[in-house]
């Protein structure tokens, strides 16, 4: 690409420069011959294409979402049946990819940070332990160690009959993690209502108590009445509702517990797999990102008088934060795509649905542009939020 | 950038020199390649595996080393490629392979909507359950609730869910892709229920830590039809992939193997005479050489031999013949006649 | 590092006795406040608890050279499994008695790649090298002159698969990545919209998208009868990804180049082309040397990923392996074997890195 923008001098020349030697216009030609490269191309390929499903007499279009799947889910967030269509099942794999790329980020962060503060404890084990921890997650290829947590979990636990049961209403199997949950009750609502309404006034709250402290400098324990705020109001909800204390407990009926909560093998599986993964690139963005601000702010910070947690707060994240949040975005997005891989060991994500939804049908075309365009949304947006958030962060600068 | 342009145009033109052309027939294709692609299943002990010194096993190998007997004369001109149960018909309808023997179902569906033709079976299946004693089921029916190990993407996995359904019963299945990985998943007590073509069935439990405490239960729930499949429309060579199939299974009718067929070639039986090509024909007929017969049971040997070496019950395997059998001993083998 | 800053410390003090040797040493590295004590003992109990039974499993009650029934037998860990099989884990399906060819090719491969370590050998000698080795290392996989068998493509696996569709990927790629940098930086606005949406949608989808693309949906592409080899293709789909990654590698390159940098070179009358070739890419290239290296590893991590087409890179040997009966049940010992393989690999190739980036930071 040797002609690419040449303006500046284009006008200092006199008129009698040659065509192609302008600047100005050899970028325009460029430009479209690139485009007329890239067109006959893709008219290259979209005929072949066609000629190739209409040779072969293979179906095309999206028709077959209508139709109904007939096969079966092993574990969905909302109900689905084999009689549901295709369009429903791609659905439940869409959400199964969410909730698992959605805990699978926090739990990342909190490990992630976790092991990224003990290694520059000054502890020398502790901070051997996480060295050793970072090189050898970071050095072994996902797949594999999803390969091996998956192999782990259903070698090592027991079957339902001999569950092991550690505090009353929660067994471990090698059918998962089952669990007791509060038994349904009208006043989840009003809990739910009022932990909501809760969160409204702990953020009416702290803006108040900035704007008090920026007026007058007086501060105010938000943080204590917060917490007592979000706690508090549904507790005192629960407790008008008449204190339902009536809990939903699994129970072995059959093949498996019924009730409850089950959490799949396959699921926990694969997101301690992605966590623990991730979590190594995450403890050294965290490493990187608290190491980037000097020594001088803290100490700084301690003698204007300012707290531990202040000092935190006020000092050290802001300032590390804004060096962790890209590369931090970057493992998130790196852990969502890498969910991709469930269809390894059998956790019905999307990749999975469409892939079994490939086989039935046939029509792997559309059924890999789906699976382009769904990751593709997902990256987009979760980078548009990070974006806004890090230029949030950023104002704080000056 | 020079250096980039020419790397690149080198770069397109290793693609477009490694790029095999394929537009005459499958035949004369296959003939100017000097061997013949097939893809295979390559995790599927029995059926196509490679041992461990690389060289590939089982019965869908076989049926695609007879092919290349049937066409070249020689067993060897065949090359294996794996594939997936996503990507197999895919390599089939774009030519990068000349006749799939995957253990596929056939099914109407796949024949018509997918570009392809089945040809003779070469393996009939169907679908069962296989779970351990100390469960105390007896029959499918009492499955309601289970947990069921399946492979994603297959006719099992619609069959399963079809006769759950049929029988008001509710069941989650468990889905993985690798055939090791979900069989050690069920010994494990992952699941209660393992489903799979009984042929499957018998090889899982075969490979069991103790092969006692499992049980076959006796309901199948399925044909399951494998055939071999070339691409739809090319008729010859779905003949020649038909015959050659065909071919092992009349041998074993008349009792020639690979160890009396030179010995059969003497025959004064006009039938045999034809068959084996020493009487002219059947060869010309299908485009190939007179003792294409002869090569593929010199090579490979009839059905039975076939049948028995890679799965039969002095295998690991130890499957009966079953449905496999030829029509003359209650199964449903049969060829047309050689004529 | 913590150690460093530690040890100089501790020099200019001039400790007294109880704060040197093994004491001071914990003393001063484990026990040097309360917090840091229970933090120990915690850490101890539980390498406690732990370690001695996995040193058990994998050594005292395991078989190392046995037959699979014998394995089933034993309680212990099973490493049979992999000298059994080393031959088909390592090379796939090239044929049994070349299999000394691919095995040359590696070793020439980590032998370029030792000598290419140290920096003072960076010369031109060292890129022919490279291309008679790489010329070399084809001849020996490929066959086909000298009196060596000819080998298909289709017919390699195993480790060599690993290393050339990871190295021969990122060689590739560089190139690409390169040029799609300078487009996203181009005033062009067309080239400019091209590169960005390229390198966006490239990095959006996980690579086993494009994989399955490159699998099955590819074929289709091309017009009747022509068809390209599977591990090509999937070569093409690990090029095409790893492009999107270097390219922003680059850009970031790019962007630490001061204006000044352009400048110079424009008033000393370079043209676009002069002044990328000569002025800004080799010092842009030469800053994200580091990043490039890390690249190489994921883009060498990545490569497992061709299992879930059925490729038999050292993954899928591995799990064919314990697909057949006798070796069922294994898979741990399988596993941590591979496993460690890779770490070998990509620890040696972080651990260039950071080395690298000293020595540059030093000599910019």
């Not at chain 1, 040779?55 to 139709?67: C, H, S």
């Not at chain 1, 295709?86 to 980020?105: C, D, E, K, Q």
């Not at chain 3, 061709?306 to 049940?329: C, E, F, R």
Request: aromatic content about 10%.
């Amino acid at each position: 690409m040797p002609e690419i923008g040449k303006d500046k001098t284009a006008d200092s020349l006199p008129e009698a420069v040659p065509f192609f030697n302008d600047p100005a216009k050899r970028a325009i030609l460029f430009q479209l011959s690139a485009m007329l490269i890239f067109g006959l191309l893709g008219y290259y390929l979209i005929t072949n294409t066609l000629a190739n499903l209409e040779r072969q007499a293979i179906a095309t279009g999206l028709g077959f979402l209508e139709k109904e799947s007939s096969f079966e889910i092993g574990e969905s967030l909302i109900s689905y049946s084999a009689a549901d269509t295709y369009a429903r099942a791609l659905l439940v794999g869409v959400l199964n990819t969410l909730i698992v790329s959605f805990v699978g980020i926090i739990l990342t962060v909190i490990l992630g940070t976790f092991i990224g503060v003990a290694r520059l404890s000054t502890n020398w084990l502790v901070s051997r332990i996480a060295a050793v921890y970072i090189e050898v997650f970071q050095d072994i290829p996902v797949l594999l160690q999803l390969f091996f947590w998956y192999a782990i979990f259903y070698e090592l636990l027991p079957s339902p009959k001999e569950a092991f049961n550690p505090i009353a209403g929660v067994f471990l199997t090698n059918r998962g993690l089952v669990f007791a949950i509060p038994e349904a009750h009208p006043a989840h609502k009003y809990i739910a209502v009022a932990f909501f309404s809760g969160c409204v006034l702990v953020y009416l709250l702290r803006r108040w108590a900035k704007r008090r402290q920026e007026k007058t400098g007086r501060l105010f324990p938000v943080f204590r009445v917060s917490a007592g705020i979000l706690l508090g109001l549904p507790v005192i909800t629960w407790w008008l509702a008449g204190a339902p204390i009536a809990m939903d407990v699994p129970v072995l009926s059959g093949f498996n517990f019924k009730g409850g909560v089950n959490i799949s093998p396959e699921f926990t599986a694969l997101l301690l797999g992605l966590v623990l993964y991730t979590a190594a690139f995450v403890a050294e963005v965290v490493r990187a990102g608290i190491q980037s601000v000097s020594h001088g702010q803290t100490e700084a910070a301690m003698s204007m008088g300012l707290k531990s947690g202040q000092i935190l707060n006020l000092v050290i994240l802001p300032q590390a934060l804004r060096v962790i949040i890209p590369p931090l975005t970057s493992q998130m997005l790196n852990l969502t795509k890498n969910s991709s891989l469930a269809v390894a060991i059998g956790y019905p994500d999307f990749v999975s649905v469409a892939g079994t939804t490939i086989n039935q049908t046939g029509q792997a075309m559309e059924g890999i542009a789906m699976m382009m365009v769904v990751y593709l949304f997902f990256s987009l947006t979760t980078s548009a939020f990070m974006n806004w958030y890090n230029k949030k962060i950023a104002l704080v600068e000056r | 950038m020079k250096h980039l342009k020419v790397s690149l145009v080198a770069v397109l033109a290793v693609v477009m020199a490694t790029a095999g052309m394929a537009v005459a027939g499958t035949l004369d294709d296959v003939r100017a390649k000097g061997f013949i692609q097939a893809g295979v299943n390559g995790d599927l002990f029995g059926f196509g595996k490679p041992d461990e010194k690389g060289v590939w096993k089982g019965l869908d190998v076989d049926t695609a080393r007879a092919i290349a007997a049937a066409v070249f004369g020689d067993a060897n001109k065949v090359k294996f490629i794996p594939l997936t149960a996503k990507t197999r018909f895919t390599a089939l309808q774009s030519g990068e392979i000349d006749v799939l023997t995957r253990n596929c179902t056939q099914t109407l569906g796949r024949d018509t909507a997918l570009g392809l033709d089945f040809c003779q079976v070469n393996y009939y299946d169907g679908q069962g359950f296989l779970v351990p004693k100390k469960l105390g089921v007896k029959s499918a029916k009492e499955l309601d609730g289970a947990a069921v190990c399946v492979l994603p993407g297959t006719t099992t996995e619609l069959n399963l869910a079809d006769y759950f359904r049929a029988n008001g019963m509710k069941m989650k299945p468990v889905v993985i892709e690798n055939t090791a990985e979900l069989a050690k998943a069920f010994f494990a007590g992952r699941c209660d229920v393992l489903t799979s073509d009984a042929s499957q069935l018998a090889s899982t439990r075969s490979v069991a830590p103790n092969p006692k405490a499992y049980i076959i239960l006796p309901e199948v729930i399925s044909k399951e039809p494998l055939a071999p499949a070339v691409r739809h429309g090319d008729n010859q060579w779905k003949d020649i992939v038909n015959y050659s199939v065909l071919a092992m299974i009349n041998a074993e009718e008349k009792g020639i193997t690979s160890k009396n067929v030179d010995n059969m070639l003497k025959s004064t039986d006009p039938k045999i005479q034809r068959f084996l090509g020493v009487s002219p024909g059947n060869g010309k007929a299908l485009g190939l050489d007179e003792k294409f017969v002869y090569n593929i049971i010199k090579q490979v040997g009839n059905y039975g031999e076939v049948f028995e070496r890679n799965v039969g019950v002095n295998t690991t395997l130890g499957i009966e013949r079953g449905l496999n059998a030829l029509w003359t001993n209650g199964g449903l083998m049969y060829s047309p006649p050689f004529k | 590092m913590n150690e460093d800053y530690r040890t100089t410390e501790s020099e200019k003090l001039k400790p007294p006795v109880t704060s040197v040797g093994v004491i001071g040493w914990l003393k001063g590295n484990l026990f040097n406040s309360w917090f840091n004590s229970v933090l120990t003992i915690v850490t101890l109990y539980f390498l406690w608890i732990t370690v001695p039974s996995f040193i058990r499993w994998a050594f005292v009650d395991s078989l190392w050279i046995s037959t699979g029934a014998e394995c089933h037998q034993a309680g212990g860990a099973c490493w049979s499994i992999i000298p059994a099989n080393i031959r088909f884990i390592l090379f796939g399906f090239f044929p049994y008695e070349s299999q000394w060819r691919p095995l040359l090719a590696m070793i020439l491969l980590v032998g370029l790649l030792y000598y290419s370590q140290n920096r003072n050998h960076w010369k031109k000698s060292l890129a022919y090298a490279w291309i008679l080795g790489l010329f070399i290392m084809g001849l020996l996989m490929k066959g086909g002159l000298f009196g060596l068998d000819s080998v298909e493509s289709t017919q390699w696996g195993g480790l060599p698969l690993t290393l050339l569709l990871s190295v021969f990927g990122l060689t590739a790629a560089y190139p690409l990545g390169v040029v799609l940098a300078l487009g996203r930086q181009s005033k062009m606005p067309a080239i400019k919209t091209v590169c960005v949406i390229y390198i966006e949608l490239i990095r959006g989808v996980p690579l086993i998208t494009l994989l399955f693309m490159s699998s099955v949906v590819f074929p289709l592409f091309l017009p009747e009868g022509i068809t390209v080899n599977k591990i090509l293709r999937a070569q093409a789909a690990i090029i095409l990804f790893t492009a999107a990654y270097i390219a922003e590698v680059v850009r970031g390159g790019l962007q630490g180049m001061s204006k000044g940098q352009y400048e110079a070179a424009e008033s000393l009358g370079l043209n676009y082309h002069q002044t990328m070739r000569l002025v800004i890419l080799p010092q842009a290239l030469k800053i994200v040397i580091p990043p490039t290296v890390s690249i190489l590893i994921s883009a060498f991590k990545d490569t497992s990923l061709v299992v879930i087409i059925a490729l038999y890179d050292i993954l899928k040997t591995t799990q064919s392996v314990l697909s057949d009966p006798k070796w069922m049940g294994f898979s741990a010992e399988a596993y941590i074997f591979i496993a460690l393989i890779y770490f070998v690999c990509c620890f040696s190739m972080s651990n260039y890195s950071r080395r690298l980036e000293k020595e540059l930071d030093r000599s910019l």
